[in-house]
């Protein structure tokens, strides 16, 4: 609201426009270019990151060209994150969890990391500490908001989380608002712009990475396909991206990112739509995949046993007649969640690299290769979720548009924690009404 505010009512380059945009620009004074067209820009400097690449692998591959050592660094340690991702996914949900909110929070340091080596000479008070303090908030926020919705059981079972959750936003909005105090209080005269440009940056930090990641967390307890499948086609996309480009590119894409091909980008798109149905056919058939995330109290634990929803019962087709003329056939045998796979996979593939585009745009407003150098031949955690992010919104508002519909389970979690008078009034209204539609029979009147 306030982007659209200041670009609706604002004057070009005047103070509040200048705020808006900042964090991202990294305005400090007036006269700034971008990074190729104004050889004066006055944004500062960030420290080139170092080369974290193991010594052994280096020496395994200094024979070879700059070009085909970056080829094998990067494929070694694909390959490695690779098997570590279904590693995580084979010890379950809640570690899954675990995962995303260390992610998140790394790339919520890397970013602000960028800001604090940008500035880091105006010695602005209290940044890094109001930072990570609006972070614990904004989680707090989030998590809440998770556990009031899918631990009802819980919730019902300890008083102290029944208070929490009854005034959940209450609490959130409290800590916020001691953060702004601690914000205002630490204002310094001659740094007032400074300190409003990265009070913004912490902000849009916040919405890029926290929002995002807790999509992520709500998709994966739609069903873990919903989680698996999507960062799959990414991940595929960006591989099959790099192949297509590293051996057949010849023609650039866009200018942000000079390394990018028009080769890359459409054989990663069918490569991609390929791989996403096979690889939805293979998850639709395990129940452990489809079947929503639940918390069993009696357990402690998380179950994912249901009966498949149509969703993933396979269904017979009837090809267009043109399909039939080339195939010589009538119909096909797919689960419905194929025919989803591939407009997920073609959001991945042609929408979803502008997330890494935004990125490149970023870092070379800044002057830097990478947002950092945790993953070597890759760069920073950032470096590889940034079109993670983008998909992860997309299929939170899939979900929400085309495929959920009313949840029992979260409709019974909500009533547990009502009281008792509440849930017995439910009760009451819902046997009436089921009485009415002829499902229960009459109620027996006393003689």
């Not at 590293?246 to 791989?275: D, N």
Request: net charge neutral.
């Amino acid at each position: 609201v306030l982007l659209l505010l200041c670009s609706g009512t604002c004057p070009k380059r005047s103070p509040l426009l200048i705020l808006c945009f900042g964090c991202l620009l990294g305005l400090p004074s007036e006269g700034e270019g971008d990074l190729e067209g104004d050889s004066k820009a006055d944004t500062p400097d960030v420290p080139p990151s170092s080369d974290s690449t193991p010594q052994c692998l280096n020496k395994a591959l200094e024979g070879l060209s700059s070009r085909w050592k970056n080829w094998w660094i990067r494929g070694i340690l694909s390959v490695t994150m690779i098997i570590g991702f279904f590693l995580i996914i084979y010890l379950g949900p809640l570690m899954l969890i675990f995962v995303v909110m260390s992610i998140q929070i790394k790339c919520f340091q890397e970013i602000i990391t960028i800001g604090y080596r940008v500035y880091h000479s105006y010695e602005l008070p209290w940044f890094r500490t109001l930072s990570w303090y609006f972070l614990i908030c904004v989680n707090y926020f989030f998590y809440g908001e998770t556990v009031a919705d899918y631990f009802g059981a819980l919730v019902q079972r300890e008083e102290p989380l029944q208070f929490l959750v009854r005034y959940h936003r209450f609490i959130s909005f409290a800590l916020y608002l001691a953060g702004f105090c601690m914000f205002v209080l630490s204002l310094v005269k001659k740094h007032y712009r400074l300190q409003f440009y990265m009070f913004a940056w912490t902000h849009v930090t916040l919405l890029i990475v926290v929002t995002q990641s807790h999509l992520v967390i709500q998709n994966l307890f739609e069903g873990m396909i919903w989680f698996i499948v999507p960062i799959s086609i990414v991940i595929c996309n960006d591989i099959m991206a790099y192949l297509f480009g590293f051996f057949f590119g010849r023609t650039p894409l866009i200018k942000l990112s000079p390394k990018k091909t028009w080769e890359g980008f459409i054989g990663g798109f069918f490569s991609t739509v390929v791989f996403g149905f096979i690889f939805a056919y293979l998850l639709s058939q395990y129940q452990y995949f489809v079947c929503p995330v639940e918390y069993n109290s009696e357990t402690n634990r998380f179950a994912v046993g249901c009966e498949p929803s149509d969703l993933f019962v396979m269904q017979e087709y009837t090809l267009p007649a043109v399909a039939q003329n080339i195939l010589r056939w009538k119909t096909v045998n797919l689960y419905p969640f194929q025919i989803h796979s591939i407009a997920l996979s073609t959001f991945g593939s042609l929408i979803g690299p502008f997330g890494g585009f935004f990125a490149s745009g970023f870092k070379r407003a800044f002057k830097i290769k990478d947002f950092a150098d945790t993953i070597p031949g890759h760069g920073g955690i950032m470096d590889r979720f940034d079109c993670q992010y983008l998909m992860a919104t997309f299929v939170h508002v899939y979900i929400a548009s085309f495929i959920r519909g009313p949840n029992p389970s979260k409709v019974l979690q909500q009533l547990l924690v009502l009281q008792p008078e509440q849930q017995l009034s439910i009760f009451n209204t819902l046997r009436n009404h089921l009485r009415e539609k002829g499902m229960l029979p009459p109620a027996v009147l006393e003689q």
